[in-house]
């Protein structure tokens, strides 16, 4: 949920926390008030000072009947009730008595009073012996009726007093908590009123892509579930992909904010051009996606495709910099050969699949060959992981020719795979393979490590030349796999040349940069490879310790047909001159390259005009042979030298 929903919710949260909290207490506070209120202990001394007065009068009835005739009255009686007062009084006057009752100056005035009378009556009563005695005594308690009177108008007042007092507090804690429970539930109401919100928005947030706000993958794949279970009711059910090539360039050369901007300018783009589109979602970094329907299905799936790659055609600004981009697009039209939704989905991602892995920035339908092509190639990467155990794997040599004496200076090993029942396999179509699986790594230690062992076997003066691929330099194992390969062959380092193309510097270049710096450091010369092709190849040279570059033979082919390479070939070695770098220029077939090319000032050469690529036995025996006629021609050049000397004159 975007921050800016959240402006209520936490003060909303902590108001209805604060709210339930206080009613919890204030209903704590009211039970302990009723409690208290109900205390017996104060009930008691209320009603002691209330039935003080009808004790007295029971008192009185008892010592005045006590000498009655016939009087069943006895002395133990009127000690009884006296002893009733006598303990009536002393409680009136405990501090908890008062205390409790909350008495004024006037009751501890008239309670102290009647506290005295008793004191003095006391030791007349154990003298009653008369009834003159009995008139006295009931004259002297008279007085106590009146005070007895007063002191229970006096409680009852207070009492009431205090009991009108605890009702309005009684009255004030109802409607605070009636305040607080109206407030919990209007909280209440509107934390609900939010949840659902969230929920909505959270319902959103699942099924849109934050970044383009167009539906995301989980919304597209329900959508299509739910259209493939209708059948071809409405038309043919027909999927599209879209990727945009070379995406992974715009987020290493200009960052992922132009990254992020290219990616939504794109799918404002796409989605102008599919109004047909069921659902046209973004399933994840650079893929998007379409779903159709339609009766004629390949006709229109056809002109769609047109419309979408042709709208990627007019240049992105992305913060300022004008970038071309292009698609790739996969098509699938639901057929009664697949079984579910999934099926649709694989199809044409195999069709756009297809279309990468040939040209790029274009369409493809989908044909059930396709599917055996996926299922050949899983084959072909199963085999290629058990190649290098069954000695399948051999590496082949191509010669590098110093264009100055035109003697071999090095050879550039190159991979092969002999299949055991499909004869030999094309390095174009195992090596992305082994690429996209990982294989590459173990197999391209084992490529150094041979490369090395041949090296090892020829002059000191000649090197090998190994490419290293983008997915090696991940590889934690790399460095130490060139170092024991040297070390373990005796092979000095400088005599090692790894070779390396712009698409691996655009993967990481940090990383790549730090990996260069070690291996140079051991002594490792590095070439950068194809030079000319890629995007920034000028900014490269400055970037990173390369030691050597090698023309892409794109220009050599037109070297001797367009002026324009040929200068470009001629501009690139005086370059390499002015930083230090030797050259090398590839794909030299015939004589007048070679004229051109050397016309230039490149150091070495390379193509099939010097020979092709080699097994390792017959590299040797082209040394050896190369050698015997440096041989022979130091020979001939001595014998001529001789023979020119003037001979002496004979005497």
Request: with cysteine.
């Amino acid at each position: 949920m975007p921050k800016h929903q959240n402006k209520w919710e936490y003060p909303l949260l902590a108001g209805t926390a604060g709210l339930g909290i206080a009613a919890v207490s204030m209903l704590f506070s009211s039970v302990q008030y009723i409690n208290g209120i109900s205390r017996s202990a104060e009930n008691n001394v209320v009603y002691e000072v209330l039935t003080t007065a009808p004790e007295l009068a029971r008192l009185q009835m008892t010592v005045a009947a006590r000498f009655l005739p016939e009087s069943p009255v006895t002395d133990d009686d009127v000690a009884l009730r006296f002893g009733i007062l006598e303990n009536r009084m002393v409680v009136l006057g405990t501090a908890e008595s008062r205390r409790l009752r909350q008495d004024g100056d006037e009751a501890i005035a008239l309670i102290e009073r009647m506290q005295k009378t008793v004191r003095e009556i006391s030791p007349r009563m154990q003298h009653l012996k008369t009834s003159a005695d009995a008139v006295a005594i009931l004259s002297a308690i008279e007085p106590l009726n009146t005070a007895a009177a007063q002191l229970a108008a006096l409680t009852t007042s207070s009492s009431s007093g205090r009991i009108a007092e605890n009702r309005a507090k009684l009255i004030g804690i109802f409607w605070q908590l009636l305040s607080e429970i109206l407030g919990l539930l209007i909280c209440g109401i509107l934390l609900i009123a939010l949840l659902r919100r969230a929920r909505r928005v959270a319902r959103h947030s699942a099924s849109s892509d934050v970044l383009t706000g167009l539906p995301n993958r989980l919304s597209f794949n329900s959508t299509l579930s739910e259209e493939f279970g209708r059948g071809n009711e409405t038309g043919s059910l027909i999927v599209m992909m879209i990727d945009l090539d070379h995406f992974k360039h715009v987020n290493d050369t200009l960052g992922h904010a132009a990254g992020d901007q290219l990616l939504s300018l794109a799918a404002t783009r796409l989605l102008t051009a599919v109004p047909e589109a069921l659902l046209f979602a973004r399933l994840g970094g650079d893929e998007f996606a379409a779903i159709f329907r339609e009766t004629d299905a390949e006709r229109f799936a056809v002109d769609v495709a047109q419309r979408m790659l042709e709208t990627l055609h007019q240049p992105f600004d992305l913060f300022g910099s004008l970038v071309t981009a292009s698609g790739s697009l996969g098509i699938a039209i639901a057929s009664p050969d697949d079984l579910g939704s999934d099926d649709l989905m694989k199809n044409a991602d195999l069709a756009l699949y297809a279309v990468k892995d040939a040209t790029r920035g274009a369409y493809r339908l989908y044909h059930p060959a396709l599917k055996q092509a996926y299922l050949d190639r899983q084959i072909l990467a199963s085999d290629l992981e058990r190649a290098l155990e069954k000695d399948e794997l051999e590496l082949h040599f191509q010669p590098v020719v110093s264009l100055g004496s035109g003697r071999t200076s090095g050879f550039e090993a190159l991979l092969r795979w002999k299949h055991a029942t499909r004869g030999r396999i094309s390095p174009a179509e195992f090596i992305p393979i082994a690429e996209e699986t990982g294989f590459i790594l173990p197999i391209g230690r084992w490529v150094i490590a041979d490369a090395c062992a041949t090296a090892a076997t020829w002059p000191d003066d000649i090197s090998i030349a190994v490419n290293l691929s983008a997915r090696q330099f991940g590889d934690p194992q790399l460095k130490a796999s060139i170092v024991s390969a040297l070390s373990k062959h005796g092979l000095r380092p400088s005599r090692l040349t790894l070779e390396i193309t712009e698409s691996v510097l655009i993967q990481n270049d940090h990383i790549v940069l730090a990996t260069l710096n070690d291996l140079r450091a051991i002594g490792v010369r590095i070439s950068l490879d194809d030079f000319g092709t890629g995007y920034a190849s000028l900014s490269y040279l400055t970037r990173f310790p390369f030691d050597a570059i090698k023309i892409d033979q794109s220009f050599v082919r037109c070297s001797t047909g367009e002026e324009d390479s040929l200068i470009i070939v001629q501009t690139i070695c005086e370059l390499a001159a002015k930083l230090g770098l030797s050259t090398v220029a590839e794909g030299i077939e015939t004589e007048e390259q070679l004229a051109a090319i050397r016309a230039t000032g490149c150091d070495e050469g390379q193509g099939y005009l010097f020979d092709r690529p080699l097994p390792a036995s017959e590299c040797a025996t082209r040394i050896a042979l190369e050698q015997l006629s440096w041989v022979r021609e130091g020979a001939t050049a001595a014998l001529n030298t001789i023979a020119s000397i003037p001979r002496p004159a004979e005497i």
